[in-house]
Nanobody
Framework: QVQLVESGGGLAQAGGSLRLSCAAS??????????MGWFRQAPGKEREFVAG????????RYADSVKGRFTISRDNAKNTGYLQMNSLKPEDTAIYYC??????????????????WGQGTQVTVSS
């Protein structure tokens, strides 16, 4: 089992920034080269892919809606992933989830590809 805990959410003004963290733990986490993804779900909407990063960090993918504003990264020594969110917009308001998968990057955009999920952290952007 792998446990994921998100943090760093909160309230930001439009144009502001937030940095989300995803701390991973569990006996099996370091046994697999997990890629990490971030998803978000706004009220009344489906969960959508935001960004993904490979174990080594050399492959990154972003949703078009966040490209150029959000940056995904990870520190494997700390078992932690990050999502730096800049130039925030009110439409970025959602619960943000991190998740891990052993599948290749062309599967990352589908939530069904992920093996373990965190509980989520709320991000609210005011106009």
């Amino acid at each position: 089992q792998v446990q994921l805990v998100e943090s760093g959410g909160g309230l930001a003004q439009a144009g502001g920034s937030l940095r989300l963290s995803c701390a991973a733990s569990g006996r099996t986490f370091n046994n697999y080269a997990y890629a990490m993804g971030w998803f978000r779900q706004a009220p009344g909407k489906e969960r959508e892919f935001v960004a993904g990063i490979s174990w080594s960090g050399d492959i990154q993918r972003y949703a078009d809606s966040v490209k150029g504003r959000f940056t995904i990264s990870r520190d494997n020594a700390k078992n932690t992933g990050y999502l730096q969110m800049n130039s925030l917009k009110p439409e970025d308001t959602a619960i943000y989830y991190c998740a891990v998968t052993t599948r290749a990057f062309y599967y990352w955009m589908g939530s069904g590809a992920y093996d373990f999920w965190g509980q989520g952290t709320q991000v609210t952007v005011s106009s």
